[in-house]
């Protein structure tokens, strides 16, 4: 069974441009989270998506949106790009009704701004 | 709201050690608790899950954790460490029905000596 993928895997951006992050999650799973992990905050929650609708959100700001298709898979978005933006950004997938916080993950996109 | 708490940011032991990495939390309702590995380059992998039934929970790679609800504790313990072990070690805590949004402690980096 493939994993959860994410791609790109690396990027890089300079400051005012957007980004768009591309995850596919396990066959089956419909649960689509994101977090982002940074040296200084640590792994923080963006949000999760659950059929195409977002269940929950993390405290961050307009900039970062996301969004998920029939078939599970998710993107994330972030519009004018600061240079605090540059981090790990993981996703993650899980069982549909389970909401346990068992999560599978992806090995990340990173992302650097110039 | 919930948080995560890890003592110690780095944890070195001798191979053959015992592995005691700490993890705290604090929740309004009982919480299901995760402990989750990652390594260089990788995504995160879950180690263990706390869902309220047995108060010690036996993981993958011999790892074990106990849920003391008198100490708001979660510790994560290894008898013998082995070279392997050595990653960054991830506690945390989701609320019941919060969907799959889970708060991570700071992280331990582990390092195993030869």
């Known amino acids: 069974k493939a994993g959860v993928t994410q791609t790109p895997r690396y990027l890089i951006k300079t400051r005012g441009q957007q980004v768009t992050l591309s995850c596919s999650p396990i066959s089956g799973h419909r649960s689509v989270s994101w977090y982002q992990q940074t040296p200084g905050q640590g792994l923080q929650f963006l949000f999760e998506?659950?059929?195409?609708?977002?269940?929950n959100k993390g405290n961050f700001p307009g900039r970062f949106s996301g969004r998920q298709f029939s078939n599970s898979r998710s993107e994330m978005n972030v519009s004018t790009l600061e240079l605090g933006d540059s981090a790990l950004y993981l996703c993650?997938?899980?069982?549909?009704?389970?909401?346990?916080?068992?999560?599978?993950f992806g090995e990340g996109s990173r992302l650097t701004v110039l | 709201a919930q948080s995560v708490t890890q003592l110690g940011s780095h944890v070195s032991v001798s191979e053959g050690a015992l592995v005691l990495l700490r993890c705290n939390y604090s929740?309004?309702?009982?919480?299901?608790l995760f402990w989750y590995v990652q390594y260089p380059n990788q995504g995160l992998q879950l180690l263990l899950k706390y869902t309220s039934a047995a108060t010690l929970v036996k993981g993958i790679n011999g790892f074990e954790a106990e849920f003391k609800k008198s100490e708001t504790s979660f510790h994560l313990t290894k008898p013998s460490a082995h070279m392997s072990d050595a990653a960054e070690y991830f506690c945390?805590?989701?609320?019941?029905?919060?969907?799959?949004?889970?708060?991570f402690g700071g992280g331990t980096r582990l390092m195993v000596k030869p």
């Open positions: 998506y659950f059929s195409e609708t977002q269940r």
């Open positions: 993650a997938s899980s069982f549909p009704d389970t909401n346990t916080g068992e999560l599978f």
């Open positions: 945390a805590v989701s609320e019941n029905n919060a969907g799959n949004m889970l708060t």
């Open positions: 929740s309004s309702v009982p919480p299901y």
